[in-house]
């Protein structure tokens, strides 16, 4: 049973950077596809950044890209997602998501395990 815990929210200034941390603390042994969206008050939830099975293939969204860096763990059920050079507009709670597969997917819809989410407000 996979089982998603994420850490490392909180309260940073523009400029500052966080690093989220995802575990999947069910360990299935499975193959999966992991990911990070975001939803920020009053909008839909979207794509963040997606790590293959193995680590080797990353995608990013447009706003993320080289700002924010994902990472896996060489036990493979750990991702990291390092955040720079943060801006208001990153302010969200961010889920981890995991899904049965070995490839890197960025829909929502391809998702099927989320946890619980963590905070991040990025002030100005």
């Known amino acids: 049973q996979v089982h998603l815990v994420e850490s490392g929210g909180g309260l940073v200034q523009a400029g500052g950077s966080l690093r989220l941390s995802c575990e999947d603390s069910?360990?299935?042994?499975?193959?999966?596809?992991m990911g990070w969206f975001r939803q920020a008050p009053g909008k839909e939830r979207e794509f963040v950044a997606a790590v293959s099975w193995s680590g080797g293939a990353t995608d990013y969204a447009d706003s993320v890209k080289g700002r924010f860096r994902l990472s896996r763990g060489d036990a493979k059920n750990t991702v990291d997602l390092q955040m720079n050079s943060l801006k208001p507009e990153d302010t969200a709670v961010y889920y981890c998501a995991a899904v049965d597969g070995s490839y890197v997917y960025t829909e929502i819809y391809e998702y099927d395990y989320w946890g619980q989410g963590t905070r991040v407000t990025v002030s100005s």
């Open positions: 069910g360990r299935t042994f499975s193959s999966l596809g």
